[in-house]
């Protein structure tokens, strides 16, 4: 595909996105510039995991938003009531993979968990329902639960992870609670993941190993690092190979 067709438009009919809605500020320029780079972090994204286009549009129910609706000093946001992924138009970039995975984690939630009435993220409902064990779990989701045991509890299950403590501490200090709820602490790992897949895709994701939040222990370090990085390996690619076999 030769540059001048990288634009929202193709992005859309190969990916099955439900939608893509450009901001009224966005110049012909900047759109034609964030497509390129959507185009390449996308992809980008597909090799990490190891997975098919649907996959990356959550087959076809997920919609995207660039340049519109933002707030300030929000690079991007993901807007569960929608199921819609915004990036600034300024300031979005490297924040593509974490919001991804808020996507994904949200629309993941009625699939792991149907008895429950409301729709939420997957990795909240996991955290809440750990005193209830779900019985018959997919083999697909018995690995995605494996990812957020390696980010949320030590290796033994018994107590909060190195990644969990150090996000429960900086919420303390600024006195709010969002770092150490579950679904942040995996888009997080999740992040990092990513940034060891591809590092130099800084469309899709920067700064998970040397910004002022990675050196606060906010990103998984070290052991945990890998040990999440594996798990999310393994759920992917057991992911990818089952949606290819389904559309070949």
Not at 3 to 28: L, S
Not at 80 to 100: C, D
Not at 130 to 154: G, M, W
Not at 217 to 243: C, K, M, S
Request: aromatic content about 12%; glycine content about 8%.
């Amino acid at each position: 595909m030769t540059q001048d067709r990288f634009n929202f438009v193709a992005i859309r009919r190969q990916f099955d996105f439900r939608g893509i809605e450009m901001g009224r500020w966005v110049t012909p320029k900047e759109r034609d510039r964030a497509a390129v780079n959507f185009h390449q972090a996308l992809h980008d994204l597909m090799d990490a995991l190891q997975g098919p286009e649907h996959l990356i549009s959550l087959r076809g129910t997920l919609g995207l938003q660039f340049g519109k609706g933002g707030q300030r000093g929000v690079a991007a946001h993901y807007m569960p009531a929608t199921r819609q992924l915004a990036l600034a138009k300024n300031a979005g970039a490297g924040s593509l993979a974490h919001e991804w995975f808020h996507a994904f984690d949200h629309y993941m939630g009625d699939k792991i968990y149907p008895h429950i009435p409301s729709s939420g993220f997957a990795s909240y409902l996991w955290l809440n329902q750990l005193d209830q064990p779900i019985n018959r779990l997919h083999p697909l989701s018995a690995l995605l639960t494996e990812c957020f045991k390696a980010i949320v509890l030590t290796p033994d299950g018994d107590e909060p992870s190195d990644l969990f403590r150090a996000s429960q501490q900086t919420d303390e200090d600024l006195n709010i609670l969002y770092y150490a709820k579950p679904e942040e602490l995996c888009a997080r790992a999740f992040e990092a993941f990513v940034e060891d897949e591809c590092p130099n895709s800084r469309f899709l994701v920067n700064g998970s190993k040397t910004s002022k939040e990675a050196k606060a222990g906010l990103y998984p370090q070290g052991e945990q690092r890998a040990v999440i990085n594996q798990a999310f390996r393994d759920f992917f690619y057991a992911l990818g190979g089952a949606l290819v076999r389904e559309i070949s």
